[in-house]
């Protein structure tokens, strides 16, 4: 499903995302439960955060659901200050949805970008 791994050097919370699920349930349950485990790790607010969305399948998204979906994490990343977030989807429809996620990403404080390679995102989030 999901695991989360911290690299304390670089300041990045990992979490490696490993499930197909509908858009039902990434709305519902999934979101809750992903944004709720890294806040209870990440105490401080302060971890700049790697989403490796590499096996992250979604089939039935929409840009509704993409809306819904931006919703939720501006309520969990509004608290997050001087942070950034790295997507990683190398899936053509699924890079095209979080491309679209960040744009109606609108959280003061963080810096959003996505990426197809893991290398490229882990350079960004050094810099």
Do not use: C
């Not at 509908?22 to 439960?33: M, N």
């Not at 790295?86 to 959003?112: K, N």
């Amino acid at each position: 499903m999901f695991n989360l791994k911290y690299d304390e050097i670089n300041n990045i919370l990992t979490i490696v995302i490993d499930i197909t699920i509908s858009k039902d349930e990434l709305i519902k349950s999934f979101v809750h439960e992903v944004h709720k485990e890294i806040d209870s790790f990440d105490k401080n607010k302060n971890m700049n955060k790697l989403f490796d969305a590499r096996k992250f399948l979604v089939p039935d998204i929409d840009n509704n659901s993409i809306i819904k979906f931006t919703t939720i994490t501006n309520e969990y990343n509004k608290s997050y200050t001087n942070t950034k977030i790295a997507v990683v989807a190398s899936e053509d429809y699924m890079f095209g949805e979080m491309r679209v996620h960040e744009v109606y990403s609108d959280a003061a404080g963080l810096q959003r970008a996505t990426f197809r390679e893991i290398e490229e995102a882990k350079e960004w989030l050094t810099i």
